[in-house]
């Protein structure tokens, strides 16, 4: 099966620091990837849409010069949560989007926990 | 907008008792549906999915019939184990290349 992972698992830095999250999909090329956050007993909410490439695509309410996002590869992107404050404190979810013929299916990584002191 | 609404936990059974959770959905057109599972420590899986109506979605003893006339998706399985103790997402996606919206998701533990 499709796999996807994240590095590193959990991080705890200061406030003001700039933290980055890694997103690999490990055995397929994935075009598209999408960072999503989820707050302790809630759903994810969908950040941003990382292509291959080209800029990230945000969704509303986010901030990009604060979530930088890089999809250098077709198999790895980042997320950089630059000058990192308390409220930034969440999980953070990557899935890449594999490519098929029937249907483009997402996989998910297991998530990054970021706690800013 | 389109937006997924489901059952609030979290919910606790005994092994071998049967499961519903419920999910329901807005959107305009016609959505595929999902369930996806998240184990503890893991990342999300993709339980199920259905992608037109009256479909039936099916994977590990669990099943959700996409039922547009309700716009429901509701999850069932007759007799749940431990190892399926999890939080369960129910999600809509309008096509392959946009984007998944997800309910605020059901935590389900199971007693021995």
């Not at chain 1, 996002?69 to 997320?79: K, P």
């Not at chain 1, 000058?83 to 297991?110: K, T």
Request: with cysteine; net charge neutral.
């Amino acid at each position: 099966g499709a796999v996807v992972s994240q590095h590193p698992s959990w991080v705890i830095c200061k406030s003001g620091t700039s933290v980055k999250i890694e997103c690999r999909s490990l055995d397929f090329q994935a075009t598209t990837m999408f960072w999503y956050r989820q707050f302790p007993k809630q759903s994810l909410m969908l950040m941003a849409t990382s292509n291959e490439g080209s800029k990230a695509t945000y969704e509303q309410g986010v901030e990009k010069d604060k979530f930088l996002i890089n999809h250098a590869s077709l198999t790895l992107s980042t997320l950089t949560v630059t000058s990192a404050h308390p409220e930034d404190s969440s999980f953070y979810i990557c899935s890449a989007r594999r490519l098929a013929v029937l249907y483009n299916e997402q996989f998910f990584g297991p998530g990054t926990r970021l706690t800013v002191l | 907008g389109d937006s997924v609404t489901q059952m609030e936990g979290p919910v606790t059974l005994s092994e071998e008792a049967f499961l519903t959770i419920n999910c329901t959905y807005t959107a305009t057109g016609y959505p595929s549906l999902f369930w996806y599972v998240q184990y503890p420590g893991e990342g999300l899986q993709l339980l199920l999915k259905a992608t037109k109506a009256d479909d039936k979605g099916s994977n590990k003893g669990f099943e959700a019939t996409y039922r547009k006339e309700t716009t429901s998706f509701h999850l069932e399985k007759g007799s749940v184990q431990v190892s399926d103790s999890a939080v369960y997402f129910c999600a809509l996606s309008k096509s392959s290349a946009s984007k998944i919206i997800f309910g605020s998701g059901t935590r389900l533990s199971i007693r021995p």
